[in-house]
């Protein structure tokens, strides 16, 4: 049998083949679409879940330690004094309001330091010419042009390399 000559027509087998692979991945697909989807819900779903905390957590809108504001009714709610243990003893010293402040030693200022060589003045610049925008009539102050670094010079390609990673 020649698999050159089939008269237009692909085998049966591979028919069949084809058939059945595409419904397989249409199978497939419709899974990952559902799955995708039910992903998206529960992405949203945190979300929700999130932004409720948050307004219930610290510093949210319904914040655990907020409290209504007192009424003028209501007595101020004061924490119990501690009970005595002897009606005969003093009661032990109470710690002084004032504190001592010790004094931070005054910092010196530096000095700039001075230059050693000021650049030479450069000189005011031409009257602008009326015609041109801002930007043309700008021009570099030549003391602060960069001079050119002689460096090496650099072979234009790299050295050949031997072996298993140039080793």
Do not use: C
């Not at 949210?60 to 209504?68: I, L, N």
Request: net charge positive.
């Amino acid at each position: 049998m020649s698999s050159k000559n089939y008269n237009g027509q692909p085998p049966k087998y591979i028919n069949d083949f084809s058939k059945a692979l595409a419904n397989e991945v249409r199978i497939l697909l419709d899974e990952v679409g559902k799955l995708r989807d039910e992903r998206r819900a529960l992405q949203f779903e945190i979300a929700e879940l999130m932004a409720v905390k948050s307004k219930h957590g610290a510093g949210g809108e319904y914040s655990p330690d907020w409290r209504p504001k007192p009424q003028p009714d209501d007595p101020p709610a004061l924490p119990a004094p501690p009970a005595p243990e002897e009606e005969g003893a003093p009661p032990p010293p109470t710690r002084p309001a004032w504190r001592v402040v010790h004094k931070r030693p005054e910092r010196k200022i530096k000095a700039p330091p001075t230059p050693k060589a000021l650049p030479a003045p450069v000189p005011a610049p031409a009257e602008p010419r009326p015609n041109l925008p801002a930007w043309a009539q700008w021009r570099p102050n030549p003391a602060l042009a960069p001079a050119p670094v002689n460096a090496p010079s650099m072979p234009s390609s790299p050295p050949p390399r031997s072996g298993l990673f140039g080793v």
